[in-house]
């Protein structure tokens, strides 16, 4: 296992940081894909995940503290036009291991680029006896164990060792849970919250991992926003191009949207974002997926609170920043880039773009307060829908 | 139709019976799943796999088979799960006879779910009774592991005539320890940090001078699925916006003497984050670290350390992290929320700040 520094607090607004790294580079294929050495994956959790372009799943372990890269060996291209829909994957997962369907923790989609099958991570049980999960459903609806007993893989891990808390039984009590991941131009960028400081963690570490690379640490800034500047992590990104010029758009603990230069983030560099969006208060940008249709640019992003949100993104780069608040519409308090809420998807946990055409969602019944979602009641299901 | 129970010997479905099927049996012993008496059992798996053969359900419907590998141990074709048998799931084990005779199938239940109650709030913090409008975050500790994804559900805050407050803490966003006993909850930074619109537009979550009660339902559910043995509530009232910044130079230490194992004891000028203060200071004398055991009192406005061997005398060090935070998230030689205009600081690493002492 290698060690990368864990991220000191970074200065940053309480946006949505636009974490903009071009998509056209990002979804260059590595080449040759990286030969990853054949071991058990040692999982202590299965959280946030993405994908390299040729097929290499990143899985974030928030409680082991670290991120395992695993070569999923699916490199059938996919069917064309092919799309999946599965009722009550919950249940189906739960039968595929034992257990009942409440018992059952999703904790992230995402969709192999080449044979754009989805994988989900979760978990079997909802304790600390909680067994990490890896499972994929292909087009026909089949949903299958991905092993981790002989897999391909590599790991890394994030957190410096934690000093012992003298007062805690049953372990240290500290733990970064890892929020977002992207693949950006052979770097894996993470972002993530502690559970203690309220810090900025954002990563950037070369893949293939290497021993002596420990990773970049990322402080995230945000642009002046009326008089204050606030600290504040990163809570999910993505990569995108914006004239050209490859940006990151990211969100932090609250709402607002913010890009960042990929050209910025440097290797101990303070990273000023710009706000361009702010989507409401009492909420929490759970995805984010780019696309294009009819020529125009839009990014779908699921919200805790507030629905998917379609925002018309061109010519990003034409909003000037907010830096000052703007309460246009009380008391929703959007502002910035414009964006149409998508009312008739209900109860989207989370989003993936399954191909040129098409997302997936997983959707399942919200619980809790309407400004407090909590765990999703099921069944939940795979839905494939037309980007729209 | 069919019996059910733990350790259960087969019952078999004698329509449509086959000769191969007359003498088979379908056990469950707790752990596996076993096809006996089959006579014409092959010594290694068919074409298809065992799974053609025998196969065994955990759930309903349209699921897939329940994953497991086989074996053949004494003419018995033996299912071994992949996952511990877990509580609460039925069990079918279906057999299909390869000479096209009706399947045979028998039912059984695993262990039951315990139901018990269990957990309760054991503490809540900040512990005092005076929370700052600004204030950051809310650990709570549960006596029994909890399931996740609860808190929208079950943990409110009440104005002062019961009425639940809407959008006080950050939605979606429970941080829990590896061991599912204590909830990081952080109020909605978007209405704690200055000059952001969910600030300007609903002010901050705890107002000034105001009188609240943290209730936690007793519905919330522990990681088996099982509620608590009591709900719990909290009352406390919104105090100013912490707006300094701890200043380690302020606080008091206060050395015990030598050869005793009285606590080294600092008082700070407020109280301080909970979690944090139980690793960001560190003592250490000439030689390194000192061990020791950190406690709090004062409602987090002191810290005590009473060390494992009995001072010396001689210099110390506190060693003070000055990522160390207040209940409002402001740490040394840094504000939350920077006013801009004034001041800004660049804070890079994580530094220390040693404070001296003498034991005598």
């Known amino acids: 296992m290698r060690r990368i520094t864990f991220v000191s607090s970074a200065v940053a607004f309480c946006m949505t940081a636009a974490l903009a790294i071009g998509v056209t580079a990002a979804l260059k294929p ?61 249940a189906k997962i739960a039968a595929l291991v034992g257990v009942p369907a409440d018992q059952i923790a999703i904790n992230d989609i995402k969709v192999n680029p080449i044979s754009h099958n989805v994988y989900l991570s979760g978990a079997r049980g909802k304790g600390p006896d909680a067994m990490p999960l890896i499972v994929r459903v292909d087009a026909s609806g089949a949903v299958t164990n991905v092993s981790l007993d002989n897999a391909k893989r590599e790991m890394v891990s994030l957190a410096d060792a934690p000093k012992s808390d003298p007062a805690a039984r049953g372990g240290d009590p500290r733990m970064l849970t890892i929020t ?124 805790s609170s507030r629905g998917v949100m379609k925002l018309k993104a061109d010519d990003l780069g034409s909003y000037e920043k907010i830096d000052s608040p703007v309460v246009p519409n009380p008391p929703s308090n959007i502002a910035g880039v414009p964006y149409d809420s998508l009312n008739d998807l209900k109860g989207v946990q989370h989003i993936a773009r399954l191909d040129d055409s098409n997302a997936l969602l997983l959707v399942g019944k919200f619980t809790g307060m309407p400004w407090a979602p909590g765990a999703p009641q099921g069944p939940l299901n795979l839905q494939t829908i037309a980007l729209p | 139709m069919l019996k059910r129970k733990l350790a259960g010997i087969a019952v078999i479905l004698f329509l449509g019976m086959t000769a191969t099927a007359q003498s088979v049996s379908i056990q469950f012993d707790g752990s596996v799943f076993k096809l006996a008496g089959w006579k014409q059992l092959p010594a290694t798996a068919p074409a298809k796999g065992w799974a053609s053969l025998f196969v065994v359900y955990a759930g309903v419907g349209d699921v897939p088979p329940l994953l497991g590998s086989y074996s053949v141990e004494a003419g018995i ?86 009425k639940v407050l809407p959008g006080v803490f950050l939605p979606g966003e429970e941080l829990w320890d590896p061991g599912f006993k204590r909830l ?44 608590m043995v009591e709900g719990f509530r909290k009352n406390f009232r919104g105090g100013p916006a912490e707006r300094t910044a701890p200043d380690p130079q302020k606080w008091r230490v206060v050395a015990p003497k030598a050869g005793t194992s009285e606590p080294l004891v600092v008082d700070f000028t407020k109280p301080m984050n909970y979690a944090l203060l139980q690793r960001m200071l560190t003592v250490t004398d000439t030689r390194g670290s000192v061990s020791g055991t950190v406690s709090t009192a004062e409602h987090e406005t002191q810290w005590r350390f009473t060390p494992q061997q009995p001072w010396r005398t001689g210099d110390y060090q506190l060693i003070v992290d000055t990522g160390i935070e207040d209940l409002a998230g402001n740490h040394v030689g840094q504000l939350f929320d920077i006013d801009v205009f004034e001041h800004v600081t660049e804070h890079i690493e994580t530094k220390t700040i040693p404070l001296p002492f003498s034991i005598h």
């Open chain 1, 30 to 90: 590595a080449s040759p894909v990286a030969d990853l050495p054949s071991r058990k994956v040692e999982l202590k959790s299965a959280g946030a995940m993405t994908f390299s372009p040729d097929g290499i799943l990143f899985v974030g372990d928030s409680v082991g503290g670290s991120v395992v890269a695993i070569d999923t060996m699916d490199r059938k291209p996919a069917a064309k036009g092919a799309t999946i829909n599965v009722q009550g994957v919950d």
């Open chain 1, 180 to 303: 977002d991941m992207s693949f950006v131009n052979g770097n894996l960028l993470v972002a993530g919250l502690s559970n203690e400081e309220w810090s900025s963690s954002l990563r950037s570490i070369p893949f293939p991992f290497k021993d002596a690379d420990k990773g970049t640490t990322l402080q995230i800034w945000h642009a002046s926003h009326g008089r204050y500047e606030t600290q504040a992590p990163v809570r999910t990104f993505v990569p995108y191009t914006i004239s050209g010029q490859q940006y990151i758009l990211a969100a932090y603990t609250c709402t607002p949207l913010v890009k960042i230069p990929v050209s910025d983030l440097k290797p101990g560099a303070q990273v000023k974002g710009q706000t361009i969006a702010d989507l409401g208060s009492g909420n929490q940008p759970l995805d984010m997926i780019p696309y294009k249709k009819d020529g125009h640019e839009y990014i779908l992003v699921a919200n």
């Open chain 2, 77 to 162: 074709l033996i299912f071994r799960p992949s996952f511990p048998i877990a509580p609460g799931v039925h069990y079918r084990a279906v057999f299909h006879p390869p000479d096209g005779g009706a399947a045979i199938e028998n039912e059984f239940d695993g262990p039951r779910r315990d139901t018990t109650p269990l957990a309760r709030v054991e503490h809540v913090y900040p512990s005092g009774d005076v929370w700052p409008s600004n204030q950051l975050r809310l650990y709570i500790y549960f006596s029994a592991p909890m399931s996740r994804g609860q808190a929208g559900a079950y943990l409110h805050v009440l104005d002062e005539n019961g």
């Open chain 2, 184 to 227: 990081t909850m952080t109020f909605d930074p978007g209405r704690i940090k200055r000059g952001l619109t969910s600030n300007t537009a609903m002010g901050p979550p705890i107002a000034d001078g105001k009188r609240y009660t943290l209730a936690i339902d007793k519905d919330w559910q522990d990681a088996r699925g099982v509620p």
